[in-house]
């Protein structure tokens, strides 16, 4: 009977956390911007000092990102609200410059293909080292037809 409250609150815990942190991402998109919603992760150690794809130096302190299909030098407004032990979340944000392409990691367990790579120096701006991977938006200026 005791395995059987344990696993029962262990469950519950999971799936609480779990929705906790989706419905936190209730985002409204800004005026003129595109957004998107999924898994945020950073990179760097492994990656500093080499050549990014567009060309410049890697440097993990920096305040850049790696995106799969955004334009080089696009600029992304990372916004996450982490939640907090209370039940509410705090905002954390950065901005980041697309320097590199990426990331290329799909989790079924993060339900979506991770959308950004962060920087090591933007992650610190995030306060997300501990997390890791985390569930963040971007958004970006919407393209002038």
């Known amino acids: 009977m005791n ?3 344990i696993v029962l609150v262990v469950l ?5 956390g779990v929705g906790a942190e989706r419905a ?13 919603v999924g898994p945020v992760s950073w990179y760097g150690p492994k990656y500093h ?3 990014t794809a567009n060309g410049e130096r890697y440097d993990q302190w920096g305040i850049t990102a790696a995106h799969r299909t955004l334009p080089f030098n696009t600029m992304v407004h990372v916004l996450w609200r982490r939640p907090t032990e209370d039940g509410s979340y705090e905002e954390r944000t950065v901005t980041v410059r697309i320097n590199d ?5 799909c ?3 993060e339900g ?3 959308i950004l790579d962060l920087s090591r120096g933007a992650a610190k701006e995030l306060d997300m080292f501990k997390e890791g991977v985390i569930i963040a938006r971007i958004c970006w200026e919407k393209k002038k037809d």
């Not at 519950?12 to 609480?16: A, E, H, K, V």
């Not at 936190?24 to 998107?36: A, R």
């Not at 392409?101 to 990691?105: C, K």
């Open 101 to 105: 392409r990426g990331p290329y990691i």
């Open 49 to 51: 000092g080499r050549r």
């Open 107 to 109: 989790r079924k367990s």
């Open 112 to 114: 979506k293909c991770r």
């Open 12 to 16: 519950f815990g999971l799936c609480g």
């Open 24 to 36: 936190s991402m209730d985002y409204d998109t800004p005026e003129g911007m595109e957004c998107d």
């Open 3 to 5: 395995r059987l409250v």
